[in-house]
Every structure is written in C-alpha cells, then in structure tokens.
T-cell receptor
Framework: ETGVTQTPRHLVMGMTNKKSLKCEQH?????MYWYKQSAKKPLELMFV???????ENNSVPSRFSPECPNSSHLFLHLHTLQPEDSALYLCASSQEDRGFGYTFGSGTRLTVV | AQSVTQPDIHITVSEGASLELRCNYS??????LFWYVQSPGQGLQLLLK??????LVQGIKGFEAEFKRSQSSFNLRKPSVHWSDAAEYFC????????????FGQGTELSVKP
C-alpha cells in the first residue's frame, strides 16, 4: 500500500463509452497529478491540482476531463476515447510546497477498443 | 529549459555484478533529485532523493546515488545486482521554484541475467 490508491486497476472500454478513473490519497498532501505512460514513451504530465485548483493542463484533449472535489480525491473522466489513448494512467500526490517528491499509485491500465 | 537525460535506454547486467545508471540534468539552480523504480504494470516507487548536504545518498534496496554538481549528474549505483532488481528506473529533478514539480527522464530498463 503506497498511500495512493487507484481504481480500477484495469479498464477496457469502447470508443463510445464513458468511464472514470479514481485516485485517493490519505497522506495529507495538497497536490495531485495525472500522468499518462505509453509504451516506450516518457511519462507525460497531464494535469496538476494544488489545493483542489487545477494549475496545469498540458494540452490534454477535451475527451479527458479531470475533477478534484477535495484534496484527497482526484478523478479522470473519459469519453469518446481513441485507441491511441490506451496506456497506463498514473496518479501521484505530493506536499506541494516541500518538493519532497511524489507518491505514486499503482496505475490504471486502460485499453480502448 | 529544465530537462533530465538518461542516456541508456536499456542495460543488461549479470546477477551479482555492479550497476551504474546514468542521469544528467539541466536546471539553473540547485535541484532536488530523485530516482524512482517501476516494476511491470506498477506505479513508481521512490528509491532515494537528494535535497542538500552529503552528495552521496543512500536509498532502499541497497541503492545509492551521487550528486556531482560539476557534471550535472546524479548516477544511481548498486554494488551487487539481484534478479529482482530488473525493472525500469527513472531519474527526476524537482523544481523547487515551481512547487516541487518533477521532470522525469525517459527511463532506463534494467535486465538481469542469471
């Protein structure tokens, strides 16, 4: 148990489906992040939330919609995805102002068919 | 611009041999530096980190790393590799003037042969 929990661990969805990824942390951190990790590619930062406010969106397509209702929970809502969106989606949290590094969840393996 | 370079995409070592994974960074100030390890299908686990002080940092699983400011490097080492060390390793720099945001290298995949 890393302190950051992601559900589901695996998800298969069609291109017309709507689904959501969930991330939860109980570390008292105030920043949360979504990363995309595709095969043979570097980690891609998607979204950053500090104190529930989105502070960074790295040109992510609108078919990915994040939500951060409180400092402990982060969602990634998915709709009309493409096969190239298949990847491992990682959530991380940190104490934003201390630079102590991130604590990562185990990820959600997403397959779009 | 800040960046992290891991020159080796894939390394293979024999079990029991020593290991060194290279990491170079570009950042205009003293960085926070990290090494993470990722087993297949898993998230990233923190191995060690450097903030300040002693430039030789000890981490979990017998790993250590040395910060060399003159070379802008933070190489990861282990004196004797175990088969369970096979994984992907990521170096990262923390930007303390951007709230500790991490910039990751592309990763080095480590294979261990018997």
């Amino acid at each position: 148990e890393t302190g950051v929990t992601q559900t589901p661990r695996h998800l298969v969805m069609g291109m017309t489906n709507k689904k959501s990824l969930k991330c939860e942390q109980h570390l008292g951190h105030n920043a949360m992040y979504w990363y995309k990790q595709s095969a043979k590619k570097p980690l891609e930062l998607m979204f950053v939330y500090n104190f529930k406010e989105q502070t960074e969106n790295n040109s992510v397509p609108s078919r990915f919609s994040p939500e951060c209702p409180n400092s402990s929970h982060l969602f990634l809502h998915l709709h009309t995805l493409q096969p190239e969106d298949s990847a491992l989606y990682l959530c991380a949290s940190s104490q934003e102002d201390r630079g102590f590094g991130y604590t990562f969840g185990s990820g959600t393996r997403l397959t779009v068919v | 611009a800040q960046s992290v370079t891991q020159p080796d995409i894939h390394i293979t070592v024999s079990e029991g041999a020593s290991l060194e994974l290279r990491c170079n960074y570009s950042y205009g100030a003293t960085p926070y530096l990290f090494w993470y390890v990722q087993s297949p299908g898993q998230g990233l686990q923190l191995l060690l980190k450097y903030f300040s002080g002693d430039t030789l940092v000890q981490g979990i699983k017998g790993f250590e790393a040395e910060f060399k400011r003159s070379q802008s490097s933070f190489n990861l080492r282990k004196p004797s590799v175990h088969w369970s060390d096979a994984a992907e390793y990521f170096c990262a720099v923390g930007l303390y003037n951007q709230g500790g945001k991490l910039i990751f290298g592309q990763g080095t995949e480590l294979s261990v042969k018997p």
